[in-house]
């Protein structure tokens, strides 16, 4: 190693990357592994990783600010995670006495950092919020207080960043004040958002200003007085992908509540575009859709009207028939996927599922998967795979009313006799298993 050219030894060391550093400096100059600016492009302190080395002077902390201090002009993103909370100041986690997590990034050069995810279980310090500041050049910022709250103080951090795309908050509390004045007022070049926060979000409407956003992401953890409000995909014109998640929603005249007392509903939305579909997306998880016309008020607030719609998946739902007809919204839908649903009120799934299918009158193929449809099957499709359900004995009668259906898949179902009745055999014509062969 040490007979070649220091530029080829620079260059092997840039390809083999951090890790390999310490091994390389055992036999060549350790001047050569901090001017390589390929290796200090990208680094990250994580507090987790932080270990006891000796005497206070070698303190893992310390070793690491020295270590920015002296690639700091090659660096453009950085990942600071402080110490995990409630540990002792004498635990090999914590930081020394005298030094802030603010420090690791005034190691650093803010003119050359173009990407920073700062993560502290603390407050926010002024030390912290200057050296956030500083960075002008910023593109992605991940920040990270939890579970403290931000103040509104630091709506001046957010409003001294323009350059800003994408941004992540994470916090006990975001206040109005930040979302309004920090977020949605000054960051009009925000392509990507994602707010976290364990009690109540304020209003979101204002970031409806956000018109290139691609990209939107909300979780409340609280379940609220009034639950999440959502928004309309059409406030945002170069939208991609939205994601909710929360306990509660506000809809149209409506809440629409987890099944779960404690758990959250995970809702995404997500612009889809290739050769099999085309529009939006729908996927909705462990919602209780227990009223009528509550999947309906869902995608209106979402303002996802008569052909727009492509797919709907519903994961671990219950669900009640009258809350899944759709009429003219599911108009151009192609696609349904629907995994372990379960009727409730006494209602019927297949009935149910029924009433959602019968609205789609493009529909290409459905995927009904762990459901509970002993009591009755959907009978207007033409492939209809119904694996891992609790159907058994004879193939359901209901099937033969299914004159359109072409490919049928019933694997991984309760026992199914080898010999069926004939009066319940399957009929319509060149009935088929999605393999392609005919089914017998």
Same mark, same amino acid.
């Given at each position: 190693?040490?007979?070649?050219?220091?530029?080829?030894?620079?260059?092997?060391?840039?390809?083999?990357?951090?890790?390999?550093?310490?091994?390389?400096?055992?036999?060549?100059?350790?001047?050569?592994?901090?001017?390589?600016?390929?290796?200090?492009?990208?680094?990250?302190?994580?507090?987790?990783?932080?270990?006891?080395?000796?005497?206070?002077?070698?303190?893992?902390?310390?070793?690491?600010?020295?270590?920015?201090?002296?690639?700091?002009?090659?660096?453009?993103?950085?990942?600071?995670?402080?110490?995990?909370?409630?540990?002792?100041?004498?635990?090999?986690?914590?930081?020394?006495?005298?030094?802030?997590?603010?420090?690791?990034?005034?190691?650093?050069?803010?003119?050359?950092?173009?990407?920073?995810?700062?993560?502290?279980?603390?407050?926010?310090?002024?030390?912290?919020?200057?050296?956030?500041?500083?960075?002008?050049?910023?593109?992605?910022?991940?920040?990270?207080?939890?579970?403290?709250?931000?103040?509104?103080?630091?709506?001046?951090?957010?409003?001294?960043?323009?350059?800003?795309?994408?941004?992540?908050?994470?916090?006990?509390?975001?206040?109005?004040?930040?979302?309004?004045?920090?977020?949605?007022?000054?960051? /009009?070049? %925000?392509? *990507?958002?994602? +707010?976290? #926060?364990?009690?109540? =979000?304020?209003?979101?409407?204002?970031? !409806? $200003? &956000?018109?290139?956003?691609?990209?939107?992401?909300?979780?409340?953890?609280?379940?609220?007085?009034?639950?999440?409000?959502?928004?309309?995909?059409?406030?945002?014109?170069?939208?991609?992908?939205?994601?909710?998640?929360?306990?509660?929603?506000?809809?149209?005249?409506?809440?629409?509540?987890?099944?779960?007392?404690?758990?959250?509903?995970?809702?995404?939305?997500?612009?889809?575009?290739?050769?099999?579909?085309?529009?939006?997306?729908?996927?909705?998880?462990?919602?209780?859709?227990?009223?009528?016309?509550?999947?309906?008020?869902?995608?209106?607030? /979402?303002? %996802?009207? *008569?052909?727009? +719609?492509? #797919?709907?998946?519903? =994961?671990?739902?219950?669900?009640?028939? !009258? $809350? &899944?007809?759709?009429?003219?919204?599911?108009?151009?839908?192609?696609?349904?996927?629907?995994?372990?649903?379960?009727?409730?009120?006494?209602?019927?799934?297949?009935?149910?599922?029924?009433?959602?299918?019968?609205?789609?009158?493009?529909?290409?193929?459905?995927?009904?998967?762990?459901?509970?449809?002993?009591?009755?099957?959907?009978?207007?499709?033409?492939?209809?795979?119904?694996?891992?359900?609790?159907?058994?004995?004879?193939?359901?009668?209901?099937?033969?009313?299914?004159?359109?259906?072409?490919?049928?898949?019933?694997?991984?179902?309760?026992?199914?006799?080898?010999?069926?009745?004939?009066?319940? #055999?399957?009929?319509?014509?060149?009935?088929?298993?999605?393999?392609? $062969?005919?089914?017998?």
């Amino acid at each position: 190693m040490q007979s070649l050219p220091e530029e080829l030894q620079g260059r092997i060391l840039e390809l083999a990357g951090q890790q390999a550093g310490p091994s390389v400096t055992l036999v060549c100059k350790h001047r050569l592994v901090y001017s390589q600016p390929g290796l200090w492009q990208q680094v990250a302190v994580l507090g987790k990783d932080a270990r006891q080395l000796g005497s206070a002077e070698d303190n893992w902390w310390h070793r690491k600010l020295a270590l920015l201090q002296r690639v700091r002009g090659a660096v453009r993103a950085a990942q600071f995670e402080g110490p995990p909370i409630g540990v002792e100041a004498a635990s090999a986690h914590a930081l020394p006495d005298g030094m802030q997590l603010a420090d690791l990034v005034g190691a650093l050069d803010p003119a050359a950092l173009t990407s920073l995810t700062f993560s502290q279980k603390a407050e926010l310090s002024p030390a912290a919020a200057h050296g956030i500041v500083c960075c002008t050049r910023l593109r992605p910022l991940d920040l990270s207080v939890l579970p403290f709250p931000l103040r509104e103080e630091s709506t001046a951090v957010l409003q001294q960043l323009g350059s800003l795309q994408q941004l992540t908050l994470s916090a006990q509390h975001l206040p109005a004040l930040l979302l309004h004045e920090g977020v949605a007022s000054c960051l /009009l070049h %925000l392509t *990507g958002l994602t +707010l976290k #926060s364990d009690a109540e =979000l304020p209003s979101t409407q204002p970031l !409806t $200003a &956000l018109t290139r956003l691609q990209k939107l992401t909300m979780r409340q953890a609280s379940a609220g007085d009034t639950g999440l409000q959502l928004l309309p995909v059409t406030a945002f014109p170069a939208l991609k992908a939205m994601s909710y998640i929360a306990r509660h929603f506000q809809v149209s005249g409506a809440t629409l509540s987890s099944k779960h007392q404690q758990g959250n509903m995970l809702l995404d939305v997500e612009r889809r575009s290739d050769s099999s579909v085309n529009g939006w997306g729908f996927h909705l998880s462990t919602a209780a859709l227990d009223s009528a016309g509550l999947l309906p008020a869902v995608l209106r607030t /979402l303002g %996802l009207a *008569g052909g727009d +719609l492509a #797919s709907i998946m519903l =994961l671990s739902c219950s669900v009640q028939s !009258t $809350a &899944l007809s759709l009429g003219q919204m599911a108009s151009s839908v192609t696609k349904v996927f629907i995994s372990d649903a379960h009727a409730t009120g006494g209602d019927q799934l297949g009935s149910a599922l029924d009433a959602l299918l019968g609205s789609m009158p493009t529909l290409q193929f459905a995927i009904v998967k762990s459901c509970d449809l002993s009591h009755g099957l959907p009978t207007s499709l033409s492939i209809l795979a119904l694996n891992d359900n609790m159907l058994r004995g004879a193939l359901p009668t209901s099937l033969r009313t299914a004159k359109k259906l072409l490919v049928l898949d019933l694997s991984n179902n309760l026992d199914f006799p080898e010999e069926r009745d004939p009066e319940a #055999s399957l009929q319509p014509g060149g009935l088929h298993s999605p393999l392609g $062969a005919p089914l017998s």
